[in-house]
């Protein structure tokens, strides 16, 4: 069974940084994608960024663009979320999502088949 485990939340103030990490376990195979989501209080989950894990590449929501920065681990299925200038609208719940089919997209939540339990990301002003 394939589990993520989300660290590295926390409280901080504007302008600071954080860096988030997630560990899947349970399966010896690389994922094909492995992504980074999260909600905040009374709205709807979103993306925040996505990696392919074979080639590398990234996309990032336009809101952290150019403050967020993903990256692989040296160990397989191993995420990070590097949360630079942060401002108080970027306070959520982040999560971690990752999937191993060939055929998946990657490109919506819905796309990703396991999830962690999330990670509590607090901006103050």
């Known amino acids: 069974l394939v589990q993520l485990v989300e660290s590295g939340g926390g409280s901080v103030q504007a302008g600071g940084s954080l860096r988030l990490s997630c560990a899947a376990s349970?399966?010896?195979?690389?994922?094909?994608?492995m992504g980074w989501f999260r909600q905040a209080p009374g709205k709807e989950r979103e993306g925040v960024g996505i990696?392919?894990?074979?080639?590398?590449?990234?996309d990032y929501a336009a809101s952290v663009k150019g403050r967020f920065t993903i990256s692989q681990g040296n160990a397989k299925n191993t995420l990070y979320l590097q949360m630079n200038s942060l401002k108080p609208e970027d306070t959520a719940m982040y999560y971690c999502?990752?999937?191993?089919?060939?055929?998946?997209?990657?490109?919506?939540?819905?796309?990703?088949?396991?999830w962690g339990q999330g990670t509590q990301v607090t901006v103050s002003p």
């Open positions: 999502a990752a999937d191993w089919r060939s055929g998946s997209t990657c490109r919506t939540g819905s796309d990703f088949t396991y």
């Open positions: 349970g399966t010896p195979y690389r994922s094909r994608c």
């Open positions: 990696i392919y894990t074979g080639g590398g590449s990234t």
